[in-house]
């Protein structure tokens, strides 16, 4: 059987600014000071993690199109980047594969 963690204490210092917004926010809210400030870290926390699954999925769906799809779905790396390269030379074209 796993054991439950113990809730972790931690001291915060807070600038007189954001004291000042915290005691406006609490007065015009109601509610507790510690459980506030927890909902903000996990929606924080929760955010960052968010944000770096959709940057791996994101990475994962680019290496899967440039060595995983079929012919003609996606066009590799270096195909792309010399038809970049050829934006508004004499040689033009359209974009290769389906990018």
């Known amino acids: 059987m796993q054991e ?29 000071g510690a459980a506030l400030l927890e909902r903000a870290l996990r929606a924080h926390l929760d955010a960052g993690d968010e944000a770096a699954a959709a940057r791996d999925a994101v990475i994962r769906a ?9 012919p003609g779905l996606s066009a590799d790396h270096a195909r792309v ?6 934006w508004g030379g004499d040689g033009e074209s359209g974009p290769p594969g389906s990018c």
């Open 62 to 70: 680019a290496g899967e199109g440039e060595f995983g799809t079929a």
């Open 81 to 86: 980047r010399l038809w970049l390269l050829g």
């Open 4 to 32: 439950k963690p113990m809730p972790r204490t931690i001291q915060l210092v807070l600038d007189d600014d954001l004291a000042r917004r915290l005691e406006e926010r609490l007065a015009a809210e109601g509610g507790d």
